[in-house]
């Protein structure tokens, strides 16, 4: 039995509060904390995890961090759009907000380390002393991808107790404690969306006046008009109102020149990338060039791909098949085998 203090950062959804009932038959003091943010429907989230906290038996903490969330998270979502960026709130908000401020607050409240509902695993190398982490146990719901940004300081002060299961077995656990959720409750990723479109979303916030411009092909022919750059990404078919036998995809998004670029399936393929600021999770590149698995979104598979430094922190990634819609402002991620080594934005 341990008397360690850890803090969960609870969302009254499934996952977080299995988390809690595990951390607390270990024999862990277990405390819960709630992030106030941007979500929509913030009283009724408060009200729904302090249901489940009392339920554990836990004591609750609510955090306010909306002002540091607006400017760190929404800001950074918000900006990227008119930039022509499509940006990923999720991994920034995880190192920025959920294991910076929040896991910074709860240390300061006396908390020897922070846990979360996240799929995936971690341990500590008796070899080079680092801290390392895995893919989840279950390829479903692996949320890997999102802690790309993680610091070994962080990754030393937290714990993930549902690695190692399938989700279906957390749901399992869930009835067996008496905590029976249906799978609508699950916690949504983008939180202050809700029932709200990227469009909708932004325009309600104060940005750049967003101006209509010119839609042209790779070759710089104008087929179309478009509202504002914002409206589109990489990928994107429906929307751009150009009569054709076959569709036209979007295919790049010119910022300076306020142009989107469409072309036909053939030319959403690219076989290269750059990603800038890469953060390696063990403090230091592990040496390139390198063979790596390299995933360019969420729910992209790991490719293989050639790994090569650029000078200045950047990578150039070099697959060994075509990729659809690479897109820049959106992750990649840098996988051996299992291991998350790190990751950082597309240019």
Not at 176 to 192: I, N
Not at 288 to 316: C, M, S
Not at 320 to 341: C, H, M, N, V, W
Request: hydrophobic fraction near 40%; charged fraction near 25%.
């Amino acid at each position: 039995m341990t008397s360690k203090k850890v803090a969960v950062a609870m969302s009254g959804g499934v996952d977080s509060s299995v988390t809690a009932a595990l951390l607390k038959k270990q024999g862990f003091a277990v405390e819960g904390v709630f992030m106030a943010l941007a979500q929509p429907d913030i009283d009724r989230q408060i009200a729904r995890v302090k249901a489940m906290a009392e339920r554990l038996g836990v004591e609750l903490t609510v955090i306010d961090l909306q002002e540091p969330f607006s400017e760190k998270i929404l800001g950074y979502f918000r900006d990227s759009y008119f930039e022509g960026l499509t940006p990923n709130p999720c991994v920034v908000c995880n190192r920025e907000v959920k294991f910076g401020l929040l896991m910074d607050r709860a240390l300061a409240g006396g908390a020897d380390f922070m846990a979360t509902g996240h799929y995936v695993r971690t341990s500590r190398s008796d070899d080079d002393g680092l801290y390392h982490l895995y893919k989840g146990s279950d390829p479903a719901k692996d949320q890997s991808y999102f802690l790309c940004r993680l610091t070994q300081k962080q990754l030393s002060r937290v714990i993930f107790p549902l690695g190692e299961y399938k989700k279906e077995e957390v749901y399992g656990l869930a009835v067996k404690m008496g905590l029976e959720f249906t799978r609508s409750e699950e916690s949504q990723d983008v939180c202050f969306l809700k029932d709200q479109n990227v469009g909708d979303f932004l325009a309600g916030q104060e940005a750049p006046v967003s101006s209509p411009g010119p839609v042209v092909t790779a070759a710089g022919r104008q087929v179309g008009t478009h509202p504002g750059i914002h409206h589109f990404t990489i990928g994107q078919r429906r929307g751009l109102g150009i009569p054709d036998a076959t569709p036209w995809y979007v295919i790049g998004l010119d910022s300076a020149e306020n142009r989107v670029i469409v072309g036909k399936k053939e030319e959403l393929f690219k076989s290269s990338l750059r990603v800038s600021e890469v953060n390696w999770l063990a403090g230091a590149s592990p040496g390139l060039p390198l063979e790596l698995e390299v995933k360019i979104r969420y729910r992209h598979p790991p490719q293989a791909a050639r790994v090569e430094a650029a000078g200045g922190g950047a990578v150039d990634v070099f697959f060994a098949e075509p990729q659809r819609a690479i897109t820049a402002g959106q992750f990649a991620a840098f996988y051996r085998g299992d291991e998350l080594l790190g990751g950082g934005p597309i240019e």
